[in-house]
């Protein structure tokens, strides 16, 4: 089991939640099966950057280095 | 420098006429039509002053840059082609004003009038004297619009909007042809530069793209100029005011096409098939007008088949692709635009003295007004072709050229074509003039109330009949330099010897033009028996088949936007989906190369791969126990909890933070929004379509997953990440590199997104305050809440709690504030924090008593925190570094110790703001609204009246 098996697979899980129910009739499924996309694809944008663990021995500036820019659009 | 400001004036001076009119729009009528006249004078005398310059052969020309990117400069050159439509466009256009001031009626709107003609005047001014052909686009384009005002000038008249429309339609969709054709001419030749491209007509020629550029430009040419098939929208526009009519359809408008084809002559005339398409267009354009020109009642349709006759001639003649053809082409531009402007105005004097236009019911009017009839009858002698007019030159020219070109291989084919419709041409023009002003009068009533204007109104086409006569008997003084300059601007070699006169000795062109004369004669003689039979014949018309085909295309193109665009998200959902999934196993089986790549990966530990279990039954959780919605928004919360971890774990604090914030804020709006929506929804969809989407949920499940897996197990490519991990301490004065980007780096981009929040938070604001009027409303007084309430609707202990942890989260904001600029924190995370500190009171005390001791306005928080950053901004301009530059340096305070100042600190002020006005002010309306239905159900059965009243105040409230 690697980090990256796991992120990888969580956003394939969340991806086909957030599909089946975006395609439900009902405004509330609706809602939650966008809300599953939306994780999924600020978790994808986030690996983009590659995964790092945090490491406590490395100067604090490092500690953001792997947050790439897109993340913070989540709102949009 | 001095000819470049002349050059910009010239073209600027119709547009700043048209603003000042619209400016002073409730002026009188002759301010309007002082400041139109003005600008035209002062644009006569500006191209009167470049004449020298133009004629000489070294045109002078300015360019500014526009768009270099695009190879679009404003480039103006007045050579002497440009130079001859100028003075054309400007001094028609200011005898046009004269005449204009006098016809319109009382009380016509002058000023929306002049401004609209002004701008026309502009347009086609910018048309002949752009240097560049994509100027020259815009200014046609522009061409096309002013006409659409000007023809639909009377807005009350279904006639004036239809034939509006209909210019519209034919002249800006060639306009849309000649954009295709103009950038493919650029293309081929290499440049957009006017006096570049006419010099490499070979090479355009040369080109394989050289038909489509032909095909498209003359499309272009051929709809402005009203050449058949597309010549039905011109007797359309007849519905304009006859002073537009006048402008339009003599001078400007339609002469635009014969521009265009004589300005681009010496790049694309010459091959065999443009002289082939263009002569026959020309030709059966000539002779189709002027057959039906015979043959119309109505003046001013009469007029307009001629011009279409005429139009028809002067493009068969650039057709010839021959020197001597483009001179008389010239020659007859300059007399066209005399005598017919000239007629359009006598036949507005006719319509405004008689009240008809109709010449089956007048005649004889020499009798009532000579005036009129002597400028009228002299006018339409020079269209006919008579001697000693202008008109009788120009023609002998065309029929002296047509057995120069042998059509379809037969050298006495054209020659016998263009005498039948110069034979046409006379018989209109002498049953224009002979119906109109000679023999008995038809009808008694317009004759007895015809008379001659006032001097102000035919002194302009008197003017222009005296040109148009002038041209005849003196035309070597009058019109030789011009049209030899003129012809050779044209033809792009160097200025022909011109010989014009009126007697040339017996030679084919005499005897042709003799017997088109007396032909047309023999036509005005038995002009009531071929009526009769033209009448029985029943002709197609134009109008009804654009129509038709208009309706098909609409009915057709309606049926596909129902057919593709469903009004189901659900289908439109499954349709995206497929194909792009579609698209991605396309991808996958096509592209090659290995699923897994080389990266070293990390290997997981037992807590994440807890938390990996949790996440994914917390989403198999959503998607099966979907219709039980409280329970759903737990388990959604649980995944978002994970996903915060997952950021904090894998190095990414402010992410984390973020995520964790939102959460919050998303969970409280979905319980505020949950309220008005049913418990349990009924079931709807079908086992078979649950099947098939969970199909496709499946495999884009899989392949997203394995697009990430991809990802994640190869190396990156270069990343930015270096330069701002280098230059946020030194740049930005921040260790936190993401807040750095965020108020420094990016802040632009910030900047842009809070201003795209906060209208998000008004316009939801905005939605749901009128959600209480209407059907809205009525829908939500009839809400009934599902679930029975708590007889205690503000539990003590979690108002009590509530209560203290308010300080503590809001200290816990502004911590994240302070620090946001070094360490994880900032004004996005921090707003998110404060606004869930407050919702949290409006859940546990209730709306009405959080709103009442809440110490600010959502509205003013949005407000000030744009402004605030919009300042932060600007104000590094006033200190003269770029728009949001950051600024930053240390102090140190006694007790305290050394600490930082930033701008970027103001900065992040404002998208604090921002964030939170938005946030609150969306989620307390939706709170809000909830609380209304409610207390208008409550208030339901006691009093209606009083229960509007209550609503109302609670909007005004807000």
Known sequence: ?76 | MASAMTLLTLVALPFLAALGIALCHGAARIVHSAIAAAASAAGLALIASLAVPALSGTPPSATWQWVPALGLDLTLMVDPLGWMFALLILGIGLLVVIFAHTYLYKGEDTGRFFASLMLFQGAMLGIVIAGNVLLLLVFWELTSLASFLLIGFWQHKAEARAGARMALAITGGGGLALIGGMVLLGVAAGSFDLATILTRGDIVRASPLYPAILGLILLGCFTKSAQFPFHFWLPHAMAAPTPVSAYLHSATMVKAGVFLLARLWPVLAGTEAYTLIVTTTGLVTMIFGAGVALFRHDLKSILAYSTISQLGMLVMLLGFSLEAAALAAVLHIINHAAFKAALFMSAGIVEHETGTRDIRRLGGLAKAMPVTALIATLAAASMAGLPPLGGFISKELMLYQTPKLALLGQPWLLPALATIGATLSVGYSLRLAGHLFFGPPREAEPFARAHDPTPAMWAAPALLTGLAVLLGLVPMGLAAPLVGAVTGAVTGTAPPQVELALWHGVNLALILSLLAVAGGAVLLWRHAGLLAAWERAALPDAKRMFERTLGLLDTSVRRLMVASHTPSLQNMLLASFTVTTLLVIEGALTGGGVLTGTRALLPANFPAIIAWVLLIAATLAVVLEARNRLRVLIYISVIGLIISLAFAVLSAPDLALTQISVEVVTVLLMLLALNLLPKRPPLLSSPPRKACDAALALAGGVLVGGIAWAMLTRDPGPSIAAFHLANAKPGGGGTNVVNVILVDFRAYDTLGEIIVLGIAGLGIFALLDTAAVGAAGARLRAWRAEMAYSPERHPMMLVTASRIILPLTLMVGIFLFLRGHNQPGGGFIAALVVAAAFLVQYLAAGFDWSDARKPFGEHNLIGWGVLVAMATGLGAMALGSPFLTSWFDYFSLPLIVKFELASAMLFDTGVFLTVLGAVMLALAQLAHIGQRAARATADVGADAGADAGADAEGGDGR
Request: glycine content about 6%.
């Open chain 1, 1 to 76: 089991m690697t980090f990256e098996f796991l992120i990888a697979s969580a956003i394939g899980v969340l991806v086909a939640g957030g599909i089946y129910l975006a395609l439900r009739a009902r405004t509330f499924q609706v809602v939650l099966g966008l809300t599953l996309i939306s994780y999924a694809v600020n978790l994808f944008l986030f690996a983009s950057g590659r995964l790092m663990l945090e490491s406590h021995d490395k100067p604090r500036t490092r500690r953001s280095a792997n947050t790439p820019i897109p993340c913070r659009r989540r709102w949009c």
